[in-house]
Structures are given as structure tokens and as C-alpha cells.
């Protein structure tokens, strides 16, 4: 039996980065994208998706934490990866 869920964009994001099965999660919960990280959180901490889900300080940080867990081989995700340039 076909199940169907209805569900908002950020949530839609957050299933399809647990189909891909990440290894490292690097979430700065920054509107608009922090229900992608909230779900993402609610699927590792349920024992959904096994990963490491490591909360950063800043959008920098997140990128850094992505680039070296890529670089030894980790499935990556994060939902920040670059700043507004200030005006």
C-alpha cells in the first residue's frame, strides 16, 4: 500500500537528505531553512537516520565542518552555506 504524506518544502528537504542516508549534518538553525534542521534533529535523535548531527555557531562553521567531513569520505549536509553580502 502506497503511503502519501503531505508535507511543507522544508520537510519534504528533510526526508529526502534521510533517503540519501548523510553521514554528518552541520545545522545552524537560521530562518527560513530551520524546520529542515528541527526534522533532521527529530530523525537522528529517533534513531531514523544514523549521523552525526553537529550544531555550529555560525554559517562559517558550518561549511567547515561539511568540507572536512567530505574530506575523509562522509555523505555531508547543511542547510547554510553562504552569508548575504552586507548592502
Do not use: W
Not at 531514523?48 to 550544531?55: D, M, S, T
Amino acid at each position: 500500500m502506497e503511503r502519501r504524506m503531505f508535507l511543507s518544502t522544508n520537510y519534504a528537504v528533510a526526508y529526502a537528505v534521510k533517503s540519501c542516508d548523510v553521514d554528518v549534518i552541520a545545522a545552524y538553525p537560521i530562518t527560513p531553512q530551520t524546520p529542515v534542521v528541527e526534522k533532521l534533529s527529530e530523525f537522528v535523535a529517533d534513531g531514523e537516520l544514523e549521523a552525526e548531527f553537529i550544531p555550529v555557531e555560525s554559517e562559517h562553521s558550518a561549511l567547515s565542518a561539511v568540507v572536512g567531513a567530505s574530506a575523509v569520505g562522509a555523505r555531508v549536509f547543511t542547510a547554510t552555506a553562504a552569508e548575504r553580502p552586507s548592502p
